[in-house]
């Protein structure tokens, strides 16, 4: 666990903060969830939507308030490279699935991660559509509704999520054993079914970004997983470009398997 400094809040008070606000963001997504929000563009043909700019504001200025020390990284703030610089950042994604929240899907998130010179040390997924809401702490666990989670054991058979075209890059023995899962519009909560053991592991195609991945990050490695890139390394946040390239999420032999496909799957 990073040392914590006598001045400095703790992990826990971290987390207590982040599901208070987690929580009160799940409530504004919910007024206009299912309510025709005003959607707009971004580059790229990615959507935005009324609800996303409501949550990234009320949360900015509720953490911020609260820990005007620590930087800030959102997928809708941009804010100078200072911020990054920080000891401490939160990295944030008001809505995680945007796509479904709009269409009126329940897959979508307030994704909310705590991060401490590049690693993921406290997160939380609000899901409030799917009265889930999902956490992890460094060296304390990770947990769904309070239900500790873990990784799903290895099995004579694998439920991989992800792009096809990626996951077709793995040798003929593990496609064999691997059944098809449906499309999980938020990455953050894909991630988090395979903490829960929901999905064995998943591809991530390239050009994922911090926010996508930090709060859920700090909840599959506590819950005994890793998000490798293409090189076998974990990834680092809110150090530079927060762009990243195809990556494999997941634990075990399967994770290494994943992993050596990456070159080829990307």
């Known amino acids: 666990m990073p040392e914590t400094r006598p001045h400095e809040p703790s992990l826990q008070a971290d987390l207590e903060l982040i599901a208070t606000a987690a929580r009160q963001a799940g409530d504004i997504a919910l007024k206009y969830f299912r309510r025709d929000p005003e959607v707009w563009w971004k580059e790229g043909d990615s959507p935005v939507s009324e609800a996303d700019y409501a949550v990234d504001r009320f949360l900015r200025t509720e953490l911020l308030a609260a820990r005007p020390e620590y930087g800030w990284l959102?997928?809708?703030?941009?804010?100078?490279?200072?911020?990054?610089?920080?000891?401490?950042?939160?990295?944030?994604?008001?809505?995680?699935?945007?796509?479904?929240?709009?269409?009126?899907?329940?897959?979508?998130?307030v994704s909310i991660g705590v991060v401490h010179r590049g690693k993921s040390v406290v997160g939380v997924l609000e899901c409030p559509a799917l009265s889930e809401t999902y956490h992890g702490l460094a060296g304390a666990g990770a947990f769904c509704n309070g239900q500790a989670l873990a990784v799903k054991p290895a099995g004579e058979a694998f439920v991989i999520g992800g792009?096809?075209?990626m996951i077709s890059e793995?040798?003929?023995?593990?496609?064999?054993?691997?059944?098809?899962?449906?499309?999980?519009?938020s990455l953050a909560y894909r991630i988090a079914?395979?903490?829960?053991?929901?999905?064995?592991?998943?591809?991530?195609?390239?050009?994922?970004?911090?926010?996508?991945?930090?709060?859920?990050?700090v909840i599959l490695s506590e819950a005994g997983g890793t998000i490798r890139d293409a090189q076998g390394n974990a990834l680092s946040y809110a150090s530079g470009n927060p762009k990243k390239g195809a990556l494999a999420a997941g634990s075990g032999v399967l994770l290494d398997a994943m992993t050596q496909a990456l070159t080829g799957g990307s």
């Open 193 to 217: 079914m395979v903490a829960s053991g929901a999905l064995d592991a998943t591809f991530v195609k390239p050009n994922s970004h911090d926010w996508d991945l930090a709060a859920a990050d």
């Open 74 to 109: 959102s997928e809708e703030t941009a804010l100078a490279q200072q911020e990054l610089e920080r000891e401490k950042v939160f990295v944030v994604d008001p809505i995680d699935g945007t796509r479904a929240f709009i269409d009126g899907r329940p897959v979508w998130c």
């Open 170 to 185: 793995l040798p003929a023995d593990v496609l064999r054993k691997n059944r098809a899962h449906g499309y999980v519009p």
């Open 163 to 165: 792009p096809k075209a």
